[in-house]
């Protein structure tokens, strides 16, 4: 099945910096690949996610990149705010129907004012 | 877009008595329902996936005589943890697909079950 590693565990950005966080897949026919924003006790938070067809996403001051001949996917946000400190995923899925969501294990992200 | 709606947010029991937790799609049919664990800073992992009108499939470890999952209706999933335990207690949570949404998916809110 699909593992999905992710780092840094942590990270800690200062305010007005980039933030980097990697994601490496195992299953080659895995094509959906989304990352979530996590606050204590509550469901994931769906930020941007990517499709195989495509290399490279942005929204605003999110971004995701994906290569796929190495299988790995990257988060990538600018100009870090405190607010965006939280828990971050990545996951992974192919695109049947009843495939499910394998998750990273999650980078604490702290944004330093 | 769509929604699922799961209860109970939170429940606290007594070792050994069962729990039921309830999702439903509220706007869209779910044929296929995930269930995931969720320890303390620990990331989500998938327990089963229940498809309507069959058995579920269980993750290697997790006991499907303990976490019994039915989905009986393509709007509703439960999972039932009997003889619940103290190391039972987590953050359980459910996800489904909307075809309609391009295949996103979407999440429960979460139970935060205690098990005292």
């Known amino acids: 099945g699909e593992n999905v590693e992710q780092h840094p565990s942590t990270l800690s950005v200062q305010e007005g910096d980039s933030a980097v966080i990697k994601c490496t897949y195992s299953?080659?026919?895995?094509?959906?690949f989304p990352w979530y924003k996590q606050e204590l006790g509550k469901r994931p938070q769906l930020i941007i996610d990517?499709?195989?067809?495509?290399g490279e996403k942005k929204d605003q001051r999110i971004a995701v990149t994906l290569n796929k001949t190495a299988k790995h996917f990257s988060l990538h946000i600018t100009e870090t705010q405190p607010e965006d400190s939280a828990v971050y995923f990545c996951?992974?899925?192919?695109?049947?129907?009843?495939?499910?969501?394998?998750f990273g294990k999650g980078t604490r992200l702290s944004v330093i004012a | 877009g769509a929604v699922v709606s799961q209860h109970p947010s939170w429940v606290i029991c007594k070792s050994g008595t069962s729990v039921k937790i309830e999702c439903r799609s509220l706007?869209?049919?779910?044929?296929?329902m995930f269930w995931y664990r969720q320890f303390p800073k620990q990331s989500l992992m998938l327990m089963a996936t229940?498809?309507?009108?069959?058995?579920?499939?269980?993750e290697q470890g997790v006991e499907k005589d303990k976490f019994l999952i039915n989905h009986a209706s393509l709007t509703l999933s439960t999972l039932t943890v009997t003889s619940a335990h103290p190391e039972d207690s987590s953050f359980y949570i459910c996800?489904?697909?909307?075809?309609?949404?391009?295949?996103?998916?979407?999440f429960g809110s979460g139970t935060r079950l205690t098990v005292v």
């Open positions: 996800s489904a697909r909307d075809s309609l949404a391009n295949y996103g998916y979407t």
């Open positions: 299953d080659s026919a895995s094509n959906y």
């Open positions: 990517i499709r195989s067809n495509v």
């Open positions: 996951a992974a899925s192919r695109g049947s129907g009843n495939t499910p969501l394998v």
């Open positions: 706007d869209f049919q779910a044929t296929t």
């Open positions: 229940s498809n309507e009108g069959s058995k579920a499939t269980y």
